[in-house]
């Protein structure tokens, strides 16, 4: 675990970098994010130069954000289920792989547009993977005050790159063709894979036996189901990448058909977009403190339209990338605030997962509108269908009015480790089950209104952190009696329940005693169901001496 700073430091937009691993990760990335922008402007234009249509051009932004939609979800359960420092190395490699098998196809000349795509599609299976890990161990290099500036600092790496990478790619290509991007994207990996082969980060210790892939992405999925603002993140992630990923999806159009340019023109102007993003890196945390979640991303839902409008209306160069620059800011405004969102409101045993189903949505958004908006712009041209995206655009800005992003706040989300195993008369093994769980109140009744209002909540964290059947009964008899009731599948899923409570969550659970006004503490009854059919095996006491 990272130690505390002194608060001093945790309002420092660079205090991230006061950490080694975060800095020697965070300059590997920077070299590795010159590569991968690199290769994304050999795709792109290679594409230009063997496709047949605008259709398979489009398809190659949609290449590189499907396999997020598809395979993220499995990446994050992968994430919070095994080290992932091992999982980005595995994923580091895979890519390496794959960007020399690349290379070779290109310069042997055995590429065909859909041979391209499968390379990319490809590469970003090994980033699906990668990035899940990648974000979740932003909180093991950092403490959790200071991860919002961390990924601030992430975006503003990434966008660095993206201001003069293209550019870069754009010259490589023009000078030495796209198997020379595709080579200098191999070698960019190298270091990243260096600096994680050396990182030791000290985990806690697993003393529960890990979750099935499939019990764990379920786990994610109820987590999120059951959390209504990381939900509205979704909604808008989604909408915003629907929209924006238009100009990103049709630039190479725009720069070989509406301003008439080359590779290096089309280089240009993903460096215009990289350098506003650079510039709305620099101020996203200054905004987060000056303005409220849903302003910052409605104002970036309008910069970005206006961004598309001037892609689609500009015939000179210069003026488009000006355009461009509005939209870089934008971008990372939004996509990063979204991220600071997400990470603030999830704890660590499932940060992986809930990002991951993120990055489902919003790239998955991407992934669609670059489909949608390349069939638009192979029917009736560029212009219109980035048009029509910028008309999208303002519509994504106002689903605030309907769902309003959740206020800026800051949850203590750390384990709350007050849970112990209790003592048992019987001998359960670990997935013995199913456990039912019936806690007693006595509740006054002029705290009825309150307590049921608590209890819904309380419900709500039982069901995300994984009970079933959660009811909540009243003695008819004894109407000062309240039973709260509810399953877990396995004695070590109760476990695993409990011990994911966090601080945040004790606050309902201290409001529920609060109620209570027995002379002693809620009485908590553990039982474990069992059939009544004829030869069914029984769990057996425990014997004096292993009780």
């Known amino acids: 675990m990272i130690d505390d700073e002194p608060e001093s430091e945790r309002v420092s937009a660079l205090a991230p970098f006061r950490h080694g691993i975060f800095r ?50 499995v990446a994050g359960a992968i994430a919070d289920s095994f080290n992932r420092r091992k999982v980005m190395l595995v994923a580091q490699t895979f890519m390496l792989v794959v960007s020399a098998l690349l290379t070779l196809f290109t310069w042997r000349g055995w590429m065909t547009p859909w041979t391209l795509l499968a390379f990319t599609f490809l590469i970003d299976s090994g980033t699906a993977l990668n990035s899940p890990s990648w974000q979740a161990s932003v909180g093991d290099m950092v403490p959790r005050a200071k991860v919002p500036a961390a990924v601030a600092l992430n975006s503003l790496g990434f966008n660095i790159t993206r201001s003069v990478g293209p550019a870069i790619g754009g010259v490589i290509v023009a000078a030495a063709g796209a198997a020379a991007a595709f080579a200098a994207n191999a070698v960019s990996y190298i270091g990243l894979i260096a600096v994680l082969a050396r990182w030791k980060p000290a985990l806690p210790e697993q003393t529960l036996p890990r979750e099935s892939l499939g019990a764990a992405m379920g786990a994610g999925l109820r987590y999120v189901a059951m959390s209504p603002n990381i939900a509205k993140v979704l909604v808008r992630g989604s ?3 629907f ?38 890196a620099l101020i996203s945390v200054r905004l987060r403190q000056l303005l409220s979640s849903e302003t910052m991303v409605r104002m970036a839902f309008c910069g970005f339209a206006l961004c598309a409008l001037n892609a689609a209306i500009s015939h000179n160069a210069w003026q488009t990338s000006a355009g461009l620059l509005i939209g870089g800011a934008c971008w990372v405004i939004a996509l990063s605030h979204f991220n600071v969102t997400v990470q603030m409101s999830t704890p660590r045993w499932v940060v992986g997962r809930v990002l991951s189903i993120y990055q489902t949505a919003t790239f998955g958004g991407i992934a669609l509108g670059s489909w949608i908006w390349g069939v638009v712009a192979d029917a009736h041209g560029a212009e219109i269908a980035l048009t029509a995206a910028a008309i999208a655009m303002l519509a994504g800005g106002a689903i605030g009015f309907v769902l309003p992003l959740p206020r800026q706040t800051v949850l203590n989300l750390d384990p709350l480790n007050r849970f112990k195993e209790p003592m048992l008369a019987l001998d359960l093994k670990p997935r013995s089950g199913p456990i039912a769980i019936m ?18 909540e309380r ?46 969550d004790a606050v309902v659970g201290e409001r529920i005693r609060a109620l209570h006004s027995g002379v002693n503490p809620p009485r908590v009854r553990r039982m474990i169901e069992r059939p009544t059919t004829a030869g069914t095996t029984l769990v057996s006491p425990k014997g004096p001496i292993d009780h």
């Not at 590795?32 to 994304?40: A, D, E, H, M, T």
């Not at 594409?47 to 047949?52: D, G, K, L, S």
């Not at 476990?495 to 601080?503: E, L």
């Open 239 to 241: 909408a915003f990448g």
């Open 439 to 456: 806690i007693e109140y006595i509740i006054r009744e002029q705290d009825v209104p309150e307590f049921l209002a608590t209890m819904a």
């Open 459 to 504: 419900g709500r964290i039982r069901r995300r952190d994984g009970a079933r059947n959660w009811t909540l009964a009243r003695d008819l008899e004894n109407p000062s009696v309240w039973i709260e009731h509810y399953h877990t599948p396995t004695w070590v899923e109760y476990i695993r329940h409990n011990r994911r409570a966090t601080h945040a």
């Open 24 to 73: 020697a990760v965070w300059a590997a990335n920077l070299v590795s994010n010159f590569g991968g922008l690199i290769q994304g402007v050999g795709a792109a234009w290679m594409m230009t130069t063997i496709a047949t249509s605008p259709y398979q051009v489009a398809l190659v932004q949609a290449s590189t954000t499907l396999p997020i939609m598809l395979f993220a979800l």
């Open 243 to 280: 929209s924006a990923g238009a100009v990103l999806a049709l630039l190479p159009l725009v720069a070989r058909d509406v301003v008439k340019g080359d590779a290096l023109t089309y280089g240009i102007m993903l460096g215009a977009f990289g350098i506003g993003a650079v510039g709305g």
